[in-house]
Every structure is written in C-alpha cells, then in structure tokens.
C-alpha cells in the first residue's frame, strides 16, 4: 500500500489568486494523477503527472489554468491558478505502482473561493 | 470507454448482506472489474477487482456474471461504516498500469441500525 498527505488540507482563497498543493507518498510511484471532485459530484482526472515530463492533461483541463510539477518518484504539486468561485472544490491526488493494480488516494484539498 | 450502470442509492440494515449490483453490458474482453468506495470526507479506497471468477477479500466479494455484462459487489454483513458511495469502473487490462479511473455517479449506500 501507499500513504500519501497532501498540503493544505483545506484553504479559502481570493478570486484572481493562485494556490499550490503538494502531494506527498511514502515510497517511490510509477504513477501519479490529480482528480478534482466538485461539490456532490463524482471524481473527474484533470491529468496524470509525468516525472521528468510534461503532465499529461485530460480534456478540458490545460496547462495554463492547472499547472502540474512532479520532480521525483515521491513528490507532485498541482497549482490552480487564477482562481474564480467555480474552482471550488476538492482535489485529489492519487498514485499507481507498477506492481499494484489499484490507485490510493489522498485525503482531498479543500478549496474555496470567495 | 466502456461506461457503467449503478443505482443512484440504496439502503441496508446494520449487520445484514448488501448486494449493489453495476451493469456493463459494452464491457470488452480486456477489461477488469474494479469497485472503490468513498467514505464521507474521504478520498476514494480500493475494495475489489475481478476479471472472470468470482473474487473474496477481507472487504467485500465480487460476483462476476458469466457474460461479464454485470457484476455485484457483496457485502457480507453491512456496518455503519460502510455507509459510502460505491463506485463500479473498468479498466483495460492492456493500460492497467497506466490507465485512468473514470468514475460514474456511484451509488450512495445507507446502512441503518
């Protein structure tokens, strides 16, 4: 199994500003991606988190407004940036080992925008 | 993406079997069956995947149906913790490693004293 933390666990923020979450796992991933839940609605994967490359975006969801940094096996950031109310939500980070067939997800990022 | 079929809710009494059943009737040869959960506040946690034969663990058991155009997840003996949505997804056993989840609209379980 895997444990992973993300940082903030919550946050209210100003429309126009960015916010950067970490995701953090206890040991090295294959795999890594960043889901957004909207309030009560399902998960939706914004994009798989490359190390060494590029992430990889679904559709709907671009480089620009979601920045993605993943540096090593261990570590990824997704920052929202420029944020209005509607990026109010819950994200999510989850990894994949290569050995595993399942994906463990975080606890959730909270995000309001006001 | 071969899409999945589950009722929006449904309940339970504490300590009796629950049987939530999920269609996939465009389901192809390569796909797993693969059941997660969300527990309020949480993120999701895997419970269960299955390919062809019926499958246990300490969580759940899953029931393949012969055509693999259903299946059903079986909780022995429903607690209030497993109050939950539940979220039936397939995955292609060629991309498993890499391959997204895509999940529905679950469905929300209630499980009542």
């Known amino acids: 199994s895997a444990v992973i933390s993300q940082k903030p666990s919550r946050d209210i923020c100003q429309r126009g500003t960015s916010l950067t979450i970490q995701c953090q796992v206890d040991?090295?991933?294959?795999?890594m991606f960043w889901y957004r839940q909207q309030p009560g609605q399902s998960l939706t994967l914004i994009a798989t988190?490359?190390?060494?490359?590029?992430?990889?975006?679904e559709s709907g969801f671009v480089i620009d407004k979601f920045p993605i940094s993943r540096p090593n096996l261990t570590f990824s950031t997704l920052t929202v940036s420029n944020m209005s109310p509607e990026d109010s939500s819950i994200y999510l980070c989850?990894?994949?080992?290569?050995?595993?067939?399942?994906?463990?997800f975080g606890p959730g990022t909270r995000l309001t925008v006001l | 993406d071969a899409k999945t079929t589950q009722p929006n809710s449904m309940e339970s009494n504490e300590e009796e079997p629950v049987h939530l059943p999920c269609n996939h009737s465009?389901?192809?040869?390569?796909?797993?069956i693969h059941w997660y959960r969300q527990l309020p506040s949480q993120g999701p946690e895997y419970v269960i995947h299955?390919?062809?034969s019926n499958v246990n663990n300490r969580m759940a058991s899953l029931a393949i149906a012969e055509d693999r155009k259903s299946s059903t997840l079986i909780l022995h003996r429903a607690t209030l913790r497993d109050a939950a949505v539940y979220y039936c997804?397939?995955?292609?056993?060629?991309?498993?490693?890499?391959?997204?989840?895509?999940f529905g609209t679950g469905t929300q379980l209630k499980v009542e004293l």
């Open positions: 040991s090295q991933v294959t795999m």
């Open positions: 989850s990894v994949e080992a290569s050995s595993y067939n399942e994906q463990f």
């Open positions: 299955g390919l062809t």
């Open positions: 465009t389901i192809s040869g390569t796909d797993y």
């Open positions: 988190a490359n190390q060494g490359s590029e992430a990889t975006y």
């Open positions: 997804i397939l995955r292609d056993i060629l991309t498993g490693g890499g391959n997204k989840l895509t």
